[in-house]
């Protein structure tokens, strides 16, 4: 687990930027994400269905699955579809921005393009599970009502980060249809249960610390050192 995104907020170091620099990051960010899965674990949403699916057991989360939301994990990019299917992609981190976007005018062109393929804008973020094995998952989207989504979790996660408050979300996965010249479709939903602090994900990623995730819910304080039985 050394290279997973538990490894590393377990590791007490959370987070690198500080949470005045990464609140201003996302803020700056988010509106960019509304109006505009590579390797490793992922989480797919179907804006036709409302259904989402896990990469790794192909069902979606139960309405009571928590997730931890890493805000330093936050992506954005684009995203090439054709026949259904990604073509190419190219993403960064939010706080990578300045040094890695790419512009729209700088990417490949695959046309002829069918009505709705090409390059779509993409928003995304990295999320832990909760239910005992900490897996690492990435979520992104390219639909408009997708990226709004986001951009609204950005935007709260970075209204706290700035104001000192905790900024860690604790998650579930839901969907919210709505319906536009007569067609109904679903977008993203991300309910928080909870806002949590850097050393409270770290406890609950920590083998050796009693904290389990009622704690981590809840606010309980988090322990110095007790060895889990």
């Known amino acids: 687990m050394a290279t997973s995104l538990a490894a590393y907020a377990a ?3 959370l987070p690198t930027l500080s949470a005045e620099d990464l609140g201003a990051s996302l803020l700056a960010a988010a509106d960019d994400v509304k109006t505009g899965g590579g390797g490793g674990l ?3 949403f179907s804006g036709k269905t409302g259904q989402y699916k896990l990469s790794d057991t192909g069902e979606a989360p139960s309405k009571n699955d928590m997730f931890i939301v890493e805000p330093q994990h936050f992506i954005e990019g684009w995203t090439c579809w054709m026949n259904q299917k990604v073509k190419d992609r190219h993403k960064w981190a939010i706080s990578e921005r300045a040094e890695k976007s790419v512009s729209r005018n700088d990417l490949e062109d695959f046309s ?3 009505q709705s393929e090409g390059w779509k804008e993409m928003a995304g973020f990295g999320f832990i599970s909760t239910d005992g094995g900490a897996k690492m998952y990435t979520f992104e989207n390219t639909s408009a009502s997708g990226r709004n989504s986001i951009s609204d979790l950005m935007k709260e996660i970075g209204k706290r980060a ?5 900024y860690m979300p604790v998650i579930k996965f839901a ?3 709505f319906t536009v010249d007569d067609n109904t479709n679903s977008k993203p939903m991300f309910p928080v249960e909870s806002w949590v602090t850097n050393e409270a994900v770290g ?3 920590n083998d050796d ?3 389990d995730v009622d704690d981590l819910v809840d606010g309980a304080k988090v322990p110095k050192s007790r060895k889990k039985n």
């Open 162 to 166: 700035s104001a000192g408050e905790p």
């Open 42 to 44: 992922y989480l797919q």
């Open 11 to 13: 590791s007490a170091n």
């Open 175 to 177: 969907e919210d249809k």
């Open 209 to 211: 610390v009693e904290y």
């Open 203 to 205: 406890a609950f990623l």
């Open 112 to 114: 002829p393009y069918k």
